[in-house]
């Protein structure tokens, strides 16, 4: 077999607008810019940069001596994006064999860092941290170290990644500045960068070289005659090529008819009928010149690859080099991330089996559990069975969404039977907005049972404030425990019950509850004063059995808990 160790690929992630293109625009450009030194090889999805040109935009920081793999160049996925690096998959992690977390040093950590943040845990994959936008620190000087720049920028720059440092640390990162850190296999590199000026691009490279040489030694050998080995990354319809795959080749080589076995709900059996690769950068502009066809590809590589019956290809699934025999493994791989279980759980629909696997993980990380994901639009079938759920759970009873579209008669049915669908591109904002859902349900349904169940609650007739004796007797208590409603019957401590509760009032207005603490005056039908009940008497709220069952202990109080407990023993003749 022949071997050769291919480039690491780099999977760029961070929150929209933090600067993940800037900072790869730089890369490329002054990839270019160096074409002398090496050239540029454009794949699709990925921009190749070779060793040469690292050590050329570098000037000298490389050290050779220090370099136990012989690395070809870094493979950087230049469609950045935690939407990208989640389909980066295969079986048991991630394609990408490091990341760069793209964190705007002004803004702090936001929803996608945190959901970019869980990803890299789940993958486990090896990462630096971009604290990109550093020229936008006030007095900011391109080109010139942090330790040189004038003292009230140096202690702005030292407030803002200082205070990031801190955040990641409360993620479960051990973080420093790149310069600070002895060990980079125990402490995660933080590198100030701009991909306007450029500042901490060369140090970000050789931080992604070094992480190389620390975890990645023995990975990145790959037989060249060997079937490769893929997953796609986007599937779309190519202007006079029909539908075709972009996907990233991480094992082998693909050869123009080849057969391949794709992804898809049922498997895709096909032959290559072409490989694209786009031309320099210089002439992406001429739309006649944007591909050039080539006969292989091996890894690691971004190829588009033209093939019949595309169409029903899945996104972040695999893509294999061979017949028929791998139609179950693919099918298999397929369902180990496409599920549907028995138990109660929220729906989970979701673009790419990349970004399903990904949700689905998270979730059940904030414990909520899924009762099925798959990938595509959202039907019918979808809302009826999430509804099937409520019936059972009313906070599980909802389905979410991970960029997909909503078919309209689904958009209706959930309108009309209330199932609410819950859908963000963020997937931290899909949850937080479930909980903030599942929290206001919960709130409703206590207000509902506060209206119509008593609560435990337990109260003290004053002495002397006997204001009539019957029809209905007026009294002033103090409510020991719990929250006193108007409505609720009370019960005796004998068990016996005493009458109900009217109206209460306090300094003359008309009130609907009292708490712990509180003294009210309170109207009480169908007792009389003296013969039922007298001042001094301690009253508790009658709950019937089902009163009791329809109570959440969770909801309840230490107090309430208490008098729930003296409730059940009175009922009993045991107080």
């Given at each position: 077999?022949?071997?050769?160790?291919?480039e690491?690929?780099?999977?760029?992630?961070?929150?929209?607008?933090?600067g993940?293109?800037?900072?790869?625009?730089?890369i490329?450009?002054s990839?270019?810019?160096s074409r002398?030194?090496g050239?540029?090889?454009?794949?699709?999805?990925?921009t190749?940069?070779?060793?040469?040109v690292?050590?050329?935009?570098?000037?000298?920081?490389?050290?050779?001596?220090?370099?136990?793999i012989?690395?070809?160049?870094?493979?950087?996925?230049d469609?950045?994006?935690?939407e990208?690096?989640?389909?980066?998959?295969?079986r048991?992690?991630?394609?990408?064999?490091l990341?760069?977390l793209?964190?705007?040093?002004?803004e702090?950590i936001?929803?996608?860092t945190?959901?970019?943040?869980?990803?890299?845990?789940?993958?486990k994959?090896p990462?630096?941290v971009a604290?990109?936008?550093?020229d936008?620190?006030?007095?900011w000087q391109?080109g010139?170290?942090?330790?040189e720049?004038?003292?009230?920028?140096?202690?702005?720059?030292?407030?803002?990644?200082?205070?990031?440092i801190g955040?990641?640390s409360?993620k479960g990162?051990d973080?420093?500045l790149?310069?600070?850190i002895?060990?980079?296999?125990?402490t995660?590199?933080v590198?100030?960068v701009s991909?306007?000026?450029?500042?901490?691009?060369?140090?970000?490279?050789?931080m992604?070289?070094?992480?190389?040489?620390?975890?990645?030694v023995?990975?990145?050998?790959?037989?060249?005659?060997?079937?490769?080995?893929?997953?796609?990354l986007?599937?779309?319809?190519?202007?006079?090529?029909?539908?075709?795959m972009?996907?990233?080749?991480?094992?082998?080589?693909?050869?123009?008819n080849d057969?391949?076995?794709v992804?898809?709900?049922?498997p895709?059996?096909?032959?290559?009928?072409?490989?694209l690769?786009?031309?320099?950068?210089?002439?992406?502009?001429d739309?006649?010149?944007?591909?050039?066809?080539?006969?292989?590809?091996?890894?690691?590589?971004g190829?588009?690859?033209v093939?019949l019956?595309?169409?029903?290809?899945?996104p972040?699934?695999p893509?294999?080099?061979?017949?028929?025999?791998?139609?179950?493994?693919?099918?298999?791989?397929i369902?180990?991330?496409?599920?549907e279980?028995?138990?109660?759980?929220?729906i989970?629909?979701a673009?790419?089996?990349?970004?399903?696997?990904?949700?689905?993980?998270?979730?059940?990380?904030?414990?909520?559990?899924?009762?099925?994901g798959?990938?595509?639009?959202?039907?019918k079938q979808?809302?009826m069975e999430a509804?099937?759920?409520?019936t059972?759970?009313?906070?599980?009873?909802?389905?979410?969404?991970?960029?997909?579209?909503?078919?309209?008669?689904a958009?209706?049915m959930?309108?009309?039977?209330?199932?609410?669908i819950?859908?963000?591109?963020?997937?931290?904002?899909i949850?937080?907005?479930?909980?903030?859902?599942?929290?206001?349900?919960?709130?409703e349904?206590?207000?509902?049972?506060?209206?119509c169940v008593?609560?435990p609650?337990?109260m003290?007739?004053l002495?002397d404030?006997?204001f009539?004796q019957?029809?209905p007797?007026i009294?002033?208590?103090?409510?020991l425990?719990?929250?006193?409603?108007s409505?609720?019957?009370?019960?005796?401590?004998?068990?016996?019950?005493a009458g109900?509760i009217?109206?209460?009032?306090?300094?003359?207005?008309?009130?609907?509850?009292?708490?712990?603490?509180?003294?009210?005056?309170?109207?009480i039908?169908d007792v009389?004063?003296?013969?039922?009940?007298?001042?001094?008497?301690?009253?508790?709220?009658?709950?019937t059995?089902?009163?009791?069952?329809?109570?959440n202990?969770?909801?309840?109080?230490?107090?309430?808990?208490?008098?729930?407990?003296?409730?059940k023993?009175?009922?009993?003749?045991r107080i």
């Amino acid at each position: 077999m022949v071997e050769q160790t291919r480039e690491p690929i780099i999977g760029v992630l961070g929150h929209v607008d933090h600067g993940k293109t800037t900072l790869l625009d730089y890369i490329r450009s002054s990839v270019v810019a160096s074409r002398e030194a090496g050239g540029i090889t454009q794949h699709i999805g990925a921009t190749d940069v070779p060793f040469e040109v690292i050590e050329e935009l570098c000037q000298g920081m490389v050290d050779k001596s220090k370099i136990k793999i012989p690395l070809r160049g870094l493979l950087f996925i230049d469609t950045p994006g935690h939407e990208a690096f989640i389909n980066l998959r295969r079986r048991g992690g991630s394609v990408a064999d490091l990341a760069i977390l793209v964190v705007d040093m002004n803004e702090g950590i936001k929803p996608q860092t945190l959901e970019s943040i869980e990803i890299l845990k789940q993958y486990k994959t090896p990462f630096v941290v971009a604290a990109s936008k550093v020229d936008q620190v006030m007095g900011w000087q391109a080109g010139v170290k942090i330790k040189e720049q004038l003292p009230r920028t140096q202690e702005e720059f030292n407030n803002r990644i200082y205070k990031l440092i801190g955040d990641l640390s409360t993620k479960g990162f051990d973080c420093d500045l790149y310069y600070n850190i002895q060990d980079f296999s125990k402490t995660v590199a933080v590198i100030p960068v701009s991909g306007r000026t450029g500042d901490g691009v060369k140090e970000l490279l050789m931080m992604l070289i070094g992480l190389a040489q620390t975890y990645l030694v023995g990975k990145l050998t790959v037989g060249l005659d060997s079937p490769a080995k893929g997953t796609i990354l986007e599937v779309k319809e190519t202007k006079g090529l029909g539908t075709t795959m972009d996907a990233i080749i991480y094992d082998g080589t693909i050869h123009v008819n080849d057969s391949i076995v794709v992804a898809a709900r049922e498997p895709i059996v096909t032959k290559v009928k072409a490989l694209l690769r786009p031309r320099a950068l210089d002439e992406m502009r001429d739309p006649k010149k944007q591909f050039k066809s080539v006969r292989s590809v091996y890894a690691a590589s971004g190829v588009k690859i033209v093939a019949l019956n595309l169409e029903k290809a899945m996104p972040g699934g695999p893509i294999y080099v061979g017949g028929r025999e791998l139609v179950e493994k693919v099918k298999e791989e397929i369902g180990e991330v496409e599920f549907e279980r028995d138990d109660l759980g929220v729906i989970v629909k979701a673009d790419t089996l990349g970004s399903l696997e990904a949700m689905v993980k998270i979730l059940e990380g904030e414990d909520i559990p899924v009762r099925r994901g798959n990938i595509g639009k959202i039907v019918k079938q979808d809302i009826m069975e999430a509804s099937a759920v409520a019936t059972e759970n009313k906070y599980l009873g909802v389905v979410l969404a991970f960029n997909v579209t909503v078919l309209p008669d689904a958009a209706t049915m959930s309108n009309d039977i209330d199932i609410p669908i819950i859908a963000s591109k963020v997937i931290y904002q899909i949850i937080d907005d479930y909980k903030e859902w599942a929290a206001k349900k919960k709130d409703e349904e206590r207000r509902a049972i506060a209206k119509c169940v008593a609560t435990p609650a337990k109260m003290k007739i004053l002495p002397d404030h006997i204001f009539r004796q019957s029809k209905p007797a007026i009294v002033g208590v103090e409510v020991l425990a719990g929250t006193l409603r108007s409505g609720c019957r009370l019960m005796r401590q004998d068990g016996k019950v005493a009458g109900r509760i009217r109206e209460m009032q306090a300094q003359g207005e008309k009130i609907e509850q009292a708490k712990m603490g509180e003294k009210v005056a309170v109207s009480i039908d169908d007792v009389v004063i003296g013969r039922h009940i007298d001042q001094g008497d301690v009253l508790y709220t009658f709950l019937t059995n089902e009163d009791t069952a329809m109570l959440n202990a969770d909801d309840l109080t230490d107090d309430e808990k208490q008098v729930l407990h003296e409730i059940k023993h009175a009922k009993k003749g045991r107080i």
